[in-house]
C-alpha cells in the first residue's frame, strides 16, 4: 500500500465524508509550479490551492515574512491591541484596488466571511434589504453566502433554509444566451431588478466580474459598466467579488480594471496572503465608515501571519511582474487550447482571461453540456500528474489556474498532458 494509501484509510476513519479532494494523494511540499506527494510523485499545478498561491507555494518572501512573525508574536486579536501590519495591509489594498476615491478596508479570515461582511456594510450604510446576484454565481457556503450562491449540489443541497432578502437575476453568459450583447444583457437584468425587487429597495448588487466556481463565465464587454451605472442612478452599491479573479490572476491585478470599472466595494481572500488564510472588504470611504464602531470584526481577522504574508505577497506580485506574467500565461495557454479545440468538436468554447482560463465540453449537438466527457479529461489528466480543477452549474467545465510563478517549461509539459487527455478520453 502506497503511503497516500494508508493516509486515505486513516482519512476515512477520522475526516467527515462531506469534506471531499480532488485527488486521492496526501501532499508533502510544493514550490513554483508543482506539489510533491508523499509517495514521492510529482504534479504540475494547474489549480494553485483554488487561485490562492498566485505567488507559488511557499514564496521565498512570504517564508521569511512569516518566520520573522511568528517568532515576534502569533495572535493579539486586532480588537484587543493592534499591530502595524494590518494597517499596512489595509493601505495597500486601498491603494491598489480599483477607484481613485478615498477608501477603507477591513480584514477577515474567509472570502465568505468577507463576502457577508460586505453585505452587512451594504445594508447598513444603504438603508436598504435587498441584495441582488446573478445566475451561476458563487459567493460562498456560510447560511447568507449559501443564500447568495447559485448551484445546490453539493453546495445547498438540504442546508437550508436560506438568507433571506436575496434575489437572482440572469447573468451575461455568451455562449448560452444567444450571443446577447453585454448592455443588452444588463438591460435584461436591470429590467428583474426592476419589476421584481425595485430599484429603491436593493442595497447593492455582487457580481464575480469574472465567474469561478460557475463556469469560468465571461460576461460580454459593456455588462459590468451597464451595472455600475444602474447602481449608481439606483443608489445601490456595486460589490465586485474580486475573491478567485484577484491578485493578478486575470492579468490585471483586479478584473474589473479590464472595463475600468470601479466597484463601491470590493471582496478579496483567495491570492492575497500566498496560501495564509486571510480575506478584506476595500471601498469606499463613506460606505466603510457608516458602520458604527464595534460592528465589524472576528477574533482572528488579519492575523498578523497573514498580514505579513500578505505584504510579502504583494511585494512578489509586484517585484516580479505577476500581472505580466499572468498575461504570458494566457498567451501560451491559449494558443494550445485552441489547437486542442479545433481538433475536438467537445470543446464548444476557451475563454477566460490571464491565468484564469477554461474549456466548455458539450455534446455533438454542440449545445448540451457534457459533464462526463468532462469527468473523463480531468481524470485522465490526474492519472499523468496534472492537477485540473473542473466547474461550472452543469459540471462541464475545465478550468485552469497555474500558479502565476510556474516557467514555461512546466506549463508546456501540463499542456501536453492535458492535450493527450483530450486525445485519449
Ligand atoms: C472561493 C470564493 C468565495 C469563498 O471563499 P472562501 O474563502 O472559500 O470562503 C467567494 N467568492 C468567490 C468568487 C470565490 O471564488
Same mark, same amino acid.
Given at each position: 500500500?502506497?503511503?497516500?494509501?494508508?493516509?486515505?484509510?486513516?482519512?476515512?476513519?477520522?475526516?467527515?465524508?462531506?469534506?471531499?479532494?480532488?485527488?486521492?494523494?496526501?501532499?508533502?511540499?510544493?514550490?513554483?509550479?508543482?506539489?510533491?506527494?508523499?509517495?514521492?510523485?510529482?504534479?504540475?499545478?494547474?489549480?494553485?490551492?483554488?487561485?490562492?498561491?498566485?505567488?507559488?507555494?511557499?514564496?521565498?518572501?512570504?517564508?521569511?515574512?512569516?518566520?520573522?512573525?511568528?517568532?515576534?508574536?502569533?495572535?493579539?486579536?486586532?480588537?484587543?491591541?493592534?499591530?502595524?501590519?494590518?494597517?499596512?495591509?489595509?493601505?495597500?489594498?486601498?491603494?491598489?484596488?480599483?477607484?481613485?476615491?478615498?477608501?477603507?478596508?477591513?480584514?477577515?479570515?474567509?472570502?465568505?466571511?468577507?463576502?457577508?461582511?460586505?453585505?452587512?456594510?451594504?445594508?447598513?450604510?444603504?438603508?436598504?434589504?435587498?441584495?441582488?446576484?446573478?445566475?451561476?454565481?458563487?459567493?460562498?457556503?456560510?447560511?447568507?453566502?449559501?443564500?447568495?450562491?447559485?448551484?445546490?449540489?453539493?453546495?445547498?443541497?438540504?442546508?437550508?433554509?436560506?438568507?433571506?432578502?436575496?434575489?437572482?437575476?440572469?447573468?451575461?453568459?455568451?455562449?448560452?444566451?444567444?450571443?446577447?450583447?453585454?448592455?443588452?444583457?444588463?438591460?435584461?437584468?436591470?429590467?428583474?431588478?426592476?419589476?421584481?425587487?425595485?430599484?429603491?429597495?436593493?442595497?447593492?448588487?455582487?457580481?464575480?466580474?469574472?465567474?469561478?466556481?460557475?463556469?469560468?463565465?465571461?460576461?460580454?464587454?459593456?455588462?459590468?459598466?451597464?451595472?455600475?451605472?444602474?447602481?449608481?442612478?439606483?443608489?445601490?452599491?456595486?460589490?465586485?467579488?474580486?475573491?478567485?479573479?484577484?491578485?493578478?490572476?486575470?492579468?490585471?491585478?483586479?478584473?474589473?480594471?479590464?472595463?475600468?470599472?470601479?466597484?463601491?466595494?470590493?471582496?478579496?481572500?483567495?491570492?492575497?496572503?500566498?496560501?495564509?488564510?486571510?480575506?478584506?472588504?476595500?471601498?469606499?470611504?463613506?460606505?466603510?465608515?457608516?458602520?458604527?464602531?464595534?460592528?465589524?470584526?472576528?477574533?482572528?481577522?488579519?492575523?498578523?501571519?497573514?498580514?505579513?504574508?500578505?505584504?510579502?505577497?504583494?511585494?512578489?506580485?509586484?517585484?516580479?511582474?505577476?500581472?505580466? $506574467?499572468?498575461?504570458?500565461?494566457?498567451?501560451?495557454?491559449?494558443?494550445?487550447?485552441?489547437?486542442?479545440?479545433?481538433?475536438?468538436?467537445?470543446? $464548444?468554447?476557451?475563454?477566460?482571461?490571464?491565468?484564469?482560463?477554461?474549456?466548455?465540453?458539450?455534446?455533438?449537438?454542440?449545445?448540451?453540456?457534457?459533464?462526463?466527457?468532462?469527468?473523463?479529461?480531468?481524470?485522465?489528466?490526474?492519472?499523468?500528474?496534472?492537477?485540473?480543477?473542473?466547474?461550472?452549474?452543469?459540471?462541464?467545465?475545465?478550468?485552469?489556474?497555474?500558479?502565476?510563478?510556474?516557467?514555461?517549461?512546466?506549463?508546456?509539459?501540463?499542456?501536453?498532458?492535458?492535450?493527450?487527455?483530450?486525445?485519449?478520453?
Amino acid at each position: 500500500m502506497s503511503i497516500s494509501e494508508e493516509l486515505h484509510k486513516r482519512r476515512q476513519a477520522a475526516v467527515a465524508r462531506g469534506v471531499g479532494s480532488v485527488i486521492p494523494c496526501y501532499v508533502e511540499r510544493g514550490g513554483g509550479g508543482t506539489l510533491v506527494d508523499v509517495d514521492g510523485r510529482e504534479w504540475i499545478d494547474f489549480a494553485a490551492g483554488i487561485a490562492v498561491t498566485n505567488v507559488g507555494n511557499s514564496a521565498p518572501r512570504v517564508v521569511a515574512a512569516v518566520k520573522e512573525q511568528v517568532e515576534r508574536f502569533t495572535h493579539t486579536s486586532f480588537m484587543v491591541a493592534p499591530y502595524e501590519s494590518y494597517v499596512a495591509v489595509c493601505e495597500e489594498l486601498n491603494g491598489l484596488t480599483p477607484g481613485g476615491f478615498d477608501k477603507r478596508s477591513a480584514l477577515f479570515n474567509s472570502g465568505a466571511e468577507a463576502v457577508e461582511n460586505a453585505v452587512k456594510i451594504a445594508r447598513h450604510a444603504t438603508g436598504r434589504p435587498a441584495v441582488v446576484v446573478f445566475d451561476h454565481a458563487y459567493h460562498g457556503r456560510t447560511n447568507l453566502t449559501m443564500a447568495l450562491t447559485a448551484k445546490n449540489m453539493p453546495y445547498k443541497h438540504r442546508f437550508g433554509p436560506f438568507a433571506g432578502e436575496v434575489y437572482r437575476v440572469p447573468m451575461s453568459y455568451p455562449l448560452r444566451d444567444g450571443g446577447l450583447t453585454g448592455p443588452a444583457a444588463a438591460a435584461r437584468a436591470i429590467d428583474v431588478i426592476e419589476k421584481q425587487v425595485g430599484a429603491e429597495n436593493v442595497a447593492a448588487v455582487l457580481i464575480e466580474p469574472i465567474q469561478g466556481e460557475g463556469g469560468f463565465v465571461v460576461p460580454a464587454e459593456g455588462f459590468l459598466p451597464a451595472l455600475r451605472e444602474w447602481a449608481t442612478a439606483a443608489g445601490a452599491l456595486l460589490i465586485a467579488d474580486e475573491i478567485q479573479t484577484g491578485f493578478c490572476r486575470t492579468g490585471d491585478w483586479f478584473a474589473c480594471q479590464h472595463e475600468d470599472v470601479e466597484p463601491d466595494l470590493v471582496t478579496l481572500a483567495k491570492g492575497i496572503a500566498g496560501g495564509l488564510p486571510l480575506a478584506a472588504v476595500t471601498g469606499r470611504a463613506d460606505v466603510m465608515d457608516a458602520v458604527h464602531v464595534g460592528g465589524l470584526g472576528g477574533t482572528y481577522g488579519g492575523n498578523p501571519l497573514a498580514c505579513a504574508a500578505a505584504l510579502a505577497a504583494i511585494e512578489t506580485m509586484r517585484e516580479e511582474e505577476l500581472c505580466a $506574467a499572468a498575461r504570458r500565461i494566457e498567451s501560451v495557454m491559449t494558443a494550445r487550447l485552441r489547437q486542442v479545440a479545433a481538433r475536438d468538436p467537445r470543446i $464548444a468554447e476557451v475563454r477566460g482571461r490571464g491565468a484564469m482560463l477554461a474549456v466548455e465540453l458539450v455534446q455533438p449537438d454542440g449545445f448540451t453540456p457534457d459533464p462526463l466527457a468532462t469527468a473523463a479529461v480531468s481524470a485522465a489528466c490526474h492519472r499523468a500528474g496534472l492537477l485540473t480543477l473542473t466547474c461550472g452549474t452543469y459540471g462541464n467545465v475545465l478550468r485552469f489556474l497555474p500558479p502565476l510563478v510556474i516557467d514555461e517549461s512546466t506549463l508546456t509539459r501540463g499542456l501536453d498532458i492535458l492535450d493527450a487527455a483530450f486525445a485519449g478520453a
